[in-house]
């Protein structure tokens, strides 16, 4: 089974810049995730999809970042224009539903704002 | 926002110890537990899940759980070198995962 892909893994960009991750999640996999990391931080919650809809933006910046989720299945975050704090890896997740449910990670894209 | 603390570390233990990872959750309500395992400059991989009171062992590793406590802690037996990680925990809430900032771990040859 695949697992969740995710481009591009490194990005370095001019503060003010902009920039798009995309993901794809597992198959069959109803919801997806946009995390967060900063060095020594646990992953923070960006944005949680359900099928297309979301379910929770509560701790995406909107002034900057915006996400979108079309048919249900591929997912890009884009940030614009970019902070030098917003420096992080952004990790995609997905899962399927129900109780018991596990959450899996792409590898993540590593952003660099400079 | 739900928390979940962790002691950040470093832990550190020699090879073959036991090595104790410890985690406590502020949300009652929160109905299943996971440890990820975080190698540096690597995304979060599962390594142990746990849905009720009591211990669940899979290999070197056991995940425990104490829901009237709200702890969850992880155990690493015959701890090697390549288990030096950061270690993750994860609870989760209806379709909803929180996760604590992780603790950091150094197995020593």
């Given at each position: 089974?695949a697992g969740v892909?995710?481009?591009?893994?490194y990005k370095?960009?001019?503060?003010?810049?902009?920039?798009?991750?995309?993901?794809?999640?597992?198959?069959?996999?109803?919801?997806?995730?946009?995390y967060q990391?900063?060095l020594g931080?646990?992953?923070?919650?960006?944005i949680q999809?359900?099928?297309?809809?979301?379910?929770?933006d509560?701790?995406?910046?909107?002034?900057r970042?915006?996400?979108e989720?079309l048919k249900?299945v591929?997912?890009?975050l884009?940030?614009q224009p970019a902070?030098?704090?917003?420096?992080?890896?952004?990790?995609?997740?997905s899962?399927?539903t129900?109780?018991?449910?596990?959450?899996?990670?792409?590898?993540?894209?590593?952003?660099?704002?400079v | 926002?739900k928390?979940v603390?962790q002691?950040?570390g470093?832990?550190?233990?020699?090879?073959g110890a036991i090595?104790s990872?410890n985690?406590?959750y502020?949300?009652?309500?929160s109905?299943s537990?996971?440890?990820?395992r975080?190698?540096?400059?690597?995304?979060?991989e599962l390594i142990m899940?746990?849905?009720?009171?009591?211990?669940?062992e899979d290999?070197r590793?056991?995940?425990?759980?104490?829901?009237?406590?709200?702890?969850v802690s992880?155990l690493?037996r015959?701890?090697?070198?390549s288990d030096?990680?950061t270690?993750l925990?994860?609870?989760?809430d209806?379709n909803?995962?929180?996760?604590?900032?992780?603790?950091k771990?150094?197995?020593?040859p």
């Amino acid at each position: 089974e695949a697992g969740v892909a995710q481009s591009p893994r490194y990005k370095i960009i001019e503060k003010r810049q902009s920039v798009a991750f995309w993901c794809n999640p597992i198959s069959g996999h109803a919801t997806l995730y946009w995390y967060q990391q900063i060095l020594g931080q646990g992953p923070k919650l960006l944005i949680q999809f359900q099928n297309n809809g979301v379910v929770d933006d509560s701790q995406l910046p909107k002034d900057r970042f915006s996400a979108e989720r079309l048919k249900g299945v591929d997912s890009t975050l884009k940030i614009q224009p970019a902070k030098l704090e917003d420096s992080a890896v952004y990790l995609c997740a997905s899962s399927s539903t129900g109780v018991g449910n596990t959450i899996y990670f792409g590898e993540g894209s590593w952003l660099t704002v400079v | 926002q739900k928390e979940v603390e962790q002691n950040s570390g470093p832990l550190s233990v020699p090879e073959g110890a036991i090595a104790s990872l410890n985690c406590t959750y502020s949300d009652r309500g929160s109905q299943s537990f996971f440890w990820y395992r975080q190698y540096s400059g690597k995304s979060p991989e599962l390594i142990m899940s746990i849905y009720s009171n009591g211990d669940k062992e899979d290999g070197r590793f056991t995940a425990q759980l104490n829901k009237a406590s709200q702890y969850v802690s992880l155990l690493i037996r015959d701890s090697q070198p390549s288990d030096s990680a950061t270690y993750l925990c994860a609870v989760s809430d209806f379709n909803k995962f929180y996760f604590g900032s992780g603790t950091k771990l150094n197995v020593k040859p």
